[in-house]
């Protein structure tokens, strides 16, 4: 095995996996039940998501390391083409908010490669590694999120872990085509049907799970669904008004679920620049001065 196919990129959603560390944490209590340290500073979320970093770097053994950070909400591209964009969600948890704050403080300390690029989320900064992954690299490339959104970047390389109650799966390409029956690609012409509630992404009125999956197997596209809409297989009847009603919010859901791998900062890296590099005595120190108490080797 050359040295370019042992090389191994891990991509971390960085706000996916603290919120669900935090929250898991926090449920069911007030904010003056949650971990603080001596400082005054929480660290329920933030103590779970160190050990779960280092856990899938133990577990997983990569050579290179990026954790994706989102931007505020109403600072994204996609806010700017539909307002109405995540408009649905609440204000995130001071506690919350105060522990991303003290993560990307310790990671810049750290050293370890994090990434918040404006105008972009996470999602498009974990796409764009990918895509540059694929292109220039032979090894493997696991992405670790919760967030099916990304499936869409799944290929022979690009796999995705996902949380479970039994442990984590390990979701391939081929877990997909099985699945789904359809290519990763094409995930983004389903979501467009189907809309997203949690991103208040519109999609296509009265076109649900039974339906949206279907069509795509059959026409291949949201474009290949319109080209046939006057001649629909007649299994589809009952969705023929509420396609031609819903054609600008189906186009426009697409857009809205596309994941970009172009983003400027990402595409311009050299992979050098996030190899790991982890100074575990500085760690230690850090984690002690923050009063986490987490197992490192």
């Not at 779960?52 to 990026?66: F, G, M, N, W, Y």
């Not at 972009?120 to 990918?130: K, L, S, V």
């Not at 949201?222 to 589809?236: N, Q, R, T, W």
Request: charged residues 30%.
């Amino acid at each position: 095995m050359s040295e370019e196919t042992q090389e191994k990129l891990l991509l971390i959603d960085g706000f996916n996996l603290l919120s669900r560390c935090y929250f898991a944490t926090a449920y069911g209590k007030e904010w003056d039940q949650l971990t603080r340290n001596s400082q005054g500073l929480f660290i329920n979320g933030l103590r779970a998501k160190i050990q779960k970093l280092l856990q899938l770097v133990r577990i997983h053994e990569p050579t290179h390391l990026a954790i994706a950070w989102d931007v505020k909400r109403n600072e994204t591209l996609r806010k700017e083409k539909f307002q109405d964009y995540k408009g649905t969600r609440n204000e995130l948890p001071e506690p919350l908010i105060q522990q991303y704050e003290t993560a990307v403080t310790l990671f810049n300390t750290l050293g370890l490669p994090q990434f918040t690029i404006p105008r972009y989320e996470a999602d498009d900064i974990i796409g764009t590694f990918t895509q540059k992954w694929r292109d220039e690299k032979q090894g493997e490339c696991i992405v670790y999120s919760n967030d099916r959104d990304l499936l869409q970047l799944l290929c022979e390389q690009t796999s995705q872990l996902i949380a479970a109650k039994k442990g984590e799966i390990k979701y391939t390409v081929h877990d997909f085509r099985d699945d789904y029956g359809i290519e990763p690609s094409q995930w983004v012409d389903v979501k467009a049907l189907l809309g997203d509630k949690s991103d208040n992404i519109p999609g296509v009125a009265g076109v649900g799970e039974k339906a949206a999956l279907p069509l795509v197997q059959q026409y291949g596209s949201v474009e290949g669904i319109y080209e046939s809409v006057d001649e629909l297989d007649v299994k589809y009847k009952r969705y023929f008004k509420k396609l031609q009603l819903g054609r600008e919010m189906a186009f426009l859901s697409r857009d809205l679920c596309e994941i970009y791998r172009d983003v400027p900062d990402i595409v311009d890296l050299n992979f050098d620049d996030i190899r790991i590099k982890v100074n575990r005595s500085l760690l230690k120190d850090e984690l002690s001065r923050l009063e986490i108490n987490v197992r490192v080797g």
